[in-house]
């Protein structure tokens, strides 16, 4: 595959990753009150709109952390191992890490802080942390490079 459809690819899957990502978090910030829980299907699924000045999983690592330029050094190792990938499913999954970095980067230049909205869990003490989109396409991309990752390991070894 040429440099200029890997390219067009990781563009494309990057782009729309991160419009996706901005257009949620712009209709929920709009539409839904800050830090109150709104139920979608019953109390598993809610909308739970918080402003997370912190990290992943909330977990922060001090006022004083540059999380953003933490954030845009690894998209930048993503785009490079994006540009020399040569399977599209990889390359596709690392445009989705990259197009949901890039979303809560935006956020964190634009707020100081990542908008986190998706709010999974049974009754109230056993909940996952709050998350957005940009957070679900990063975690579908890595469970799509570690589903080819083994795929490719179990045909190597029947072929062996």
Same mark, same amino acid.
């Given at each position: ?8 690819i990781?563009a494309f899957v990057? $782009?729309?990753?991160?419009a ?6 712009f ?11 709104t139920?979608?299907? +019953?109390n ?8 997370n000045?912190n990290t992943?999983?909330g ?17 930048v190792?993503?785009l490079?191992m994006? $540009?020399v990938?040569?399977?599209v499913?990889?390359?596709?999954a690392?445009?989705m890490?990259l ?5 809560n980067i935006f956020d964190?230049?634009l707020r +100081?802080e990542?908008?986190d ?8 003490n056993?909940r996952?942390y709050?998350?957005?989109g ?9 469970i799509?490079?570690?589903?080819e990752?083994?795929?490719s ?5 029947r072929?062996?």
């Amino acid at each position: 595959m040429s440099f200029k459809r890997r390219a067009g690819i990781i563009a494309f899957v990057s $782009l729309l990753t991160f419009a996706i990502d901005q257009v949620i978090k712009f209709i929920v910030v709009q539409n839904f009150p800050a830090g109150i829980p709104t139920p979608v299907v +019953g109390n598993f699924f809610r909308i739970t709109l918080i402003f997370n000045p912190n990290t992943a999983f909330g977990i922060s690592l001090g006022q004083n952390f540059p999380y953003t330029l933490v954030a845009g050094t690894i998209s930048v190792l993503v785009l490079i191992m994006a $540009l020399v990938e040569k399977n599209v499913w990889n390359i596709v999954a690392y445009s989705m890490i990259l197009g949901g970095a890039m979303g809560n980067i935006f956020d964190r230049i634009l707020r +100081g802080e990542v908008v986190d909205f998706i709010d999974i869990g049974i009754g109230e003490n056993l909940r996952w942390y709050v998350f957005n989109g940009a957070d679900a396409f990063i975690t579908l991309g890595i469970i799509m490079l570690l589903a080819e990752g083994i795929v490719s390991h179990l045909k190597a070894g029947r072929d062996a």
